[in-house]
């Protein structure tokens, strides 16, 4: 048997992280709305000592947010702009959850980050660990995979 990759509160705590020192967001746990429609999808596939892909899904307007932090902007992004950062963030998050999974000298080669409008890339049919992080704008649910499964 496999240990699993991460525990929920272990791949909370990293996203809590990233989320915090990356775009600034006040991270809780919680939201009082659980009806926010999905905003965008991005995918990270690794592999290395152990094989998977990560997919976040943004509900709200979440990602806008977070990508106009990140970049110190007040104003609205672009798509370009929304998309290119999302796909940052899933990747900068990937990154520190393989570093999460073994010695420190182990490599993990993460693959290009891929960002869709809406909900764009299908979920695992069971994901090994699944978090759900809230900000003020929505909620960002995240799924972590092992194996590699293409993706369509």
């Not at 409008?117 to 003020?136: K, R």
Request: glycine letters at 10%; a negative charge.
């Amino acid at each position: 048997m496999t240990t699993p990759m991460l525990t929920q509160e272990e791949l909370m705590n990293v996203a809590t992280s990233v989320l915090e020192d990356l775009c600034f967001a006040l991270v809780d746990e919680e939201s009082d709305e659980d009806d926010f429609p999905v905003e965008a999808t991005a995918l990270v596939r690794f592999s290395g000592p152990r094989d998977g892909r990560l997919l976040i899904r943004t509900r709200g307007d979440v990602a806008g947010a977070l990508v106009r932090d990140m970049m110190g902007e007040d104003e609205e992004v672009g798509d370009d702009d929304r998309r290119d950062g999302l796909g940052e963030i899933a990747n900068v998050l990937c990154g520190n959850i393989v570093a999460q999974f073994g010695p420190v000298d182990s490599a993990f080669d993460l693959e290009a980050p891929r960002v869709g409008i809406g909900d764009a890339f299908p979920s695992d049919a069971s994901p090994e660990v699944c978090a759900t992080v809230c900000v003020d704008e929505g909620m960002i649910e995240i799924e972590l995979s092992s194996g590699g499964a293409p993706v369509s």
